[in-house]
């Protein structure tokens, strides 16, 4: 009896221990929460309803996040060929007001999905450029370094731009918010944080510097073509 107690107040702390570095660190898996963000007008609703239920009906711009749990609909499964599985779904509207809670979101986030709108990729980009350099700079969100899906939404509308006009346009953009949040003088913890998206010795800010994978899709909600979106998150969420 003497040597079972010996060996528990042993091993119950290292037990403890473990436990709370491997809820801290994700316990070595990334879960199963798909994170949607980006603009206003994007379309993150109409992308919802089409993963969900897939249809497309009139929707509105949304102060409140949407937060469920559902396999993907299977048509859009077949379309991205991957076997069939529950997601927990997060998508956070664009206004400033949320930013604190998406940003509260993004650490737990096994993949994370920005979605642009295809005909506005001027504008969307410079608002997105913020979302995610608040995103990419949080120390937790760096660690896990969870996939970054950027959705090129509406890509069968008149004057849509392409995937690549996107990427170009949000590297940009974001190297401006590098350049904005980073002039004044900075030595400390933040400047070392930083560097996982900004290394100025790289030059101008481009997605291959971070260690995130990042991919590019193009999508139209409305139709629904979504095969390549639910192929990709399928990647990193079975």
Request: aromatic letters at 6%.
């Amino acid at each position: 009896m003497d040597t079972v107690v010996l060996l528990l107040s042993i091993l119950l702390p290292l037990l403890l221990i473990g436990l709370f570095f491997g809820l801290r660190s994700g316990g070595g898996s990334r879960g199963d929460k798909l994170l949607v963000f980006g603009p206003m007008g994007s379309g993150k609703t109409c992308l919802y309803l089409q993963l969900r239920y897939g249809k497309a009906q009139p929707t509105f711009t949304s102060m409140q996040p949407t937060a469920a749990r559902f396999g993907f609909h299977s048509a859009l499964e077949k379309q991205g060929g991957t076997p069939p599985g529950p997601v927990s779904f997060v998508e956070m509207p664009g206004s400033g007001r949320l930013r604190p809670q998406l940003l509260g979101e993004a650490p737990s986030a096994a993949v994370l999905a920005c979605v642009l709108d295809a005909t506005r990729i001027a504008a969307q980009c410079k608002e997105a450029a913020g979302m995610l350099f608040d995103i990419l700079t949080i120390d937790s969100v760096q660690r896990r370094a969870a996939p970054l899906i950027i959705v090129i939404n509406k890509v069968d509308a008149r004057g849509a731009g392409s995937a690549q006009a996107a990427r170009a346009a949000l590297e940009a953009e974001i190297h401006k918010v590098v350049l904005s949040r980073t002039s004044m003088v900075d030595t400390s913890d933040r400047a070392k944080r930083l560097s996982g998206i900004a290394d100025a010795s790289l030059g101008p800010f481009a997605f291959d510097q971070i260690s995130h994978k990042v991919e590019f899709i193009s999508a139209s909600a409305t139709k629904p073509d979504l095969g390549d979106f639910v192929s990709a998150v399928r990647k990193h969420i079975r």
